[in-house]
């Protein structure tokens, strides 16, 4: 026992020592100049820090004389409402009796001015206990500090969590959402109750894309909350296919050239969607000089950090942000604020002094009134004894319930609750730490903490762990790594005629529901920019239409792009088809390339004008041929029909029925039978038809020289035909025959078949036939034209045969005939297509048929119906031409 004490003396002894020293060895570097509200007499202290300055007071830098801390400027009353409602809060705290029964709460609370170097000031105020830094050293004696609630934008809890990390002090932020916080590893002890701005990013993100918006401006702070939740954005949207007009940031300090330039690019782009991440601060300038240029028509997505802020609700800017969106946190009432924020009494601390002076536009302090009413006197005789105030001094009765500011305005309780939760969950993780059951806690060996002497780590487990329900709200506040649940209200600025604007809900955007649920948005509650009710417009291109594909723009973004027609036979059947697709074989596109449709399908149908004519000429002239026949029939004893074979003339009348029926076959849908019959029946008509003019030929041509002959010699009139009727016959069949095994062996290996054109015209399917072979076609018709070439040598050599019927000059006319139709034929055939192609060939069979007809049996026919007098052998009989004296 003895032993113990002696070692508890001797480690008393050395800390005073080092006590000693180190009173002995610290040098006070420099004061702080710190406005807040403190109290500091009760069991727990609570830590404060509200920018309810927008800046520090420049003063003139004088290296000659001890650094003076900057003071403040441009008090804002909407930072200064935070503050009074940790002031409330603690309070409403104090006098429950459920929570914290044993233990009242103080506080410290700091203005950072909304500048990084006075929130650390600040935060090294905290740590020390006193209003001078000594960091590694906890020189106060009071109440312990709890945790720090503050410190306001995200730059300056970035700072602050950054030093109060280092010593496990936590920290539970109200304003800073941005994402770069969430690293437990940087800032260990950095809890808050407003979301990440991670959800804020996605949030607008999705608000975009809701809306079909591919064009889009975004402006930042250049801190770290603009620069990281627009960094967040435009990754989103960029991957979902938003194209970005223009990305500017906001200057930190007052630059009036970077704002109109600022400004400038606003007006010269075409995006009408602009998406700002800002405080709004450093949003104010820009909004002033927007509103002097007079910029309108444009819809602005804000961030929570200003959308309901009233140093941005200026007077007539409805029209620059009229139509607004934006994202505010979740919204609540708090019973008893309104009554304790208007009272204030002016007279309780500078900062109050400060903002009642500030919001009716007088001082408090009467020698400083005296002096402005002296200097403003023209004859400086006011004087304090004249009984009478002087003009700009406030009585302190002013009635805080005229005033219409920010401060009183108690609707749009959005950031005022996050400070209200973050006071709770202060307050509810002390009360956890102080009805600890010893034995039963979470430190080491099962202990607790004490109330009255705790250190910073263990209040920070409790904060870690807390689970409350917020009064008068309900809502339950857990944090999860730090961070609360991402809840969004999607505000829509609605102004009045009078200009006075609401922040009406249309929509709602929660983190936690699955999928597609995040976001509700009610449309048709939107009110746009000049009161319309339709979405704006934000494209660099306009959609393409169904019918058309993307051409992308050399060197500018995806968004931009032109709308290229798709070309014949492809279509597109989607609005901004980056690719035409092809129509398939049968199909084609249709006039506004849209849909494929199928192909006409073409060919000489029966039924058409066309073919209805084509089938009567064929018709009349198979009939016709018909009728010569019975003709020669009926007259078939006589000298004249005799003289000519007449076997050989039905032959050649058969074949001319033929080529003038199968030309019928061509008409209609191909078939394979009518494919096969109507190549081969002219081929073997034509065939029949030519040997049978050749086997005439060749016996007129003989029966010339032989009277030639005669003729010369002067001998008398013999029998000058030499080929008998059998000769004839045995050549025309032997021509025919030697056509009909070639046109055998063209069925059996090539025969021909229908098959369907889709080549030869893009929106038509042609039915026809196709040959099978070239060489095969090709070798059977220059058979054919062999024949009629021969028979045309041989009846123009025997032309000068001398007979009143002159059966030579009209073979040799019928080929004449036959070789002019199908030599036009053929560039006539080549310079058609589909169905007239078919009409073509019919008409050169028709044609070349009825020249035959006509120049080989028009004469005789003319000489059997109405000259049958002439129809006697002696008139008939070939006799030589006689010779020209």
Sequence with gaps: MDTSRFLLGLCALLQACVCVSAESTCKLKAKFNLNGYKDVKKRVTVGGMFSVHQRIASTRRNTSTLPVSSGCEGFNFRTFRWTQTMLFTIREINDRVDLLPHTDLGYVIYDSCFTISKAVEGTLTYLTGQDEAVPNYRCGSGPPLAALVGAGGSDLSIATARILGLYHFPQVSYFSSCSALQSKFQFPTFLRTIPNDNHQST????????????????????????????????????????????????????????????????????????????????????????????????????????????????????????????????????????????????????????????????????????????????????????????????????????????????????MTYNVYKAVYAVAHALHNLEDCVDGQGPFNKKSCANITAFEPWQLMYYLKNVRFTVPHTGEEIFFNMGEVAGYYDILNWQFSADGDVSYVPVGIYNGTSPGTATMTIWNSSVVWHNEQFEPPRSVCSEDCTPGTRKGIRQGEPVCCFDCIPCADGEISNITNARECIQCGEDNWSNEARDSCIPKIIEFLAFGEPLGITLIAISAFGALITIGVMVVFLINLGTPLVKANDPLLSFSLLFSLVVTFLCSIVYLGEPQPWSCMTSQVA?????????????GKSVVLMLRARALKAIRVSAASDPDVDRLTFGHQRLMAAVATLIQAVACAVWLIILPPHPVKNTAAQNVKIILECDVGSIVFICCIFAYDMLLALVAFVFAFTARKLEDHFSEAKCVTFGMLVFFIVWISFVPAYLSTRGKFMVAVQIFAILASSFGLLACIFLPKVYVLLLKPERNVEELVKPRAKPRDD
């Design 682 to 694: 002219l081929a073997l008509g034509f065939a029949l038809c030519l040997s049978s003019l050749m």
């Design 203 to 414: 949030a607008m993100a999705k608000l975009v894309l809701h809306f079909g918006w591919t064009w889009v401006g975004t402006i930042a702070a250049d801190d770290d909350y603009g620069k990281y939740g627009i960094k967040e954005f435009k990754e989103q949207v960029e991957d979902a296919g938003v194209c970005i007009s223009f990305s500017e940031t906001l200057p930190t300090t007052s630059s009036p050239e970077d704002i109109k330039r600022i400004v400038d690019t606003v007006v010269e782009s075409t995006a009408r969607i602009i998406v700002v991440f800002s405080s709004d601060v450093s949003l104010s300038p820009l909004i002033a000089e927007l509103l002097r240029n007079n910029v309108t028509n444009r819809t602005w997505i804000a961030s929570e950090a200003w959308v309901t802020s009233a140093l941005i609700n200026q007077p007539g800017i409805s029209s620059v942000l009229a139509g607004t969106l934006g994202f505010g946190v979740r919204r609540a009432d708090i019973p008893g604020l309104q009554d304790y924020l208007l009272s204030l009494d002016p007279y309780d601390d500078s900062l109050t002094e400060e903002f009642w002076e500030t919001a009716f536009n007088c001082t408090l302090d009467y020698s400083k009134a005296l002096r402005q009413a002296r200097e403003s006197s023209a004859n400086g005789s006011l004087s304090r004894g004249a009984g009478v105030a002087p003009g700009g001094l406030c009585s302190g009765t002013e009635d805080l319930r005229q005033l219409n500011s920010t401060y009183t305005d108690v609707s749009q309780l959005r």
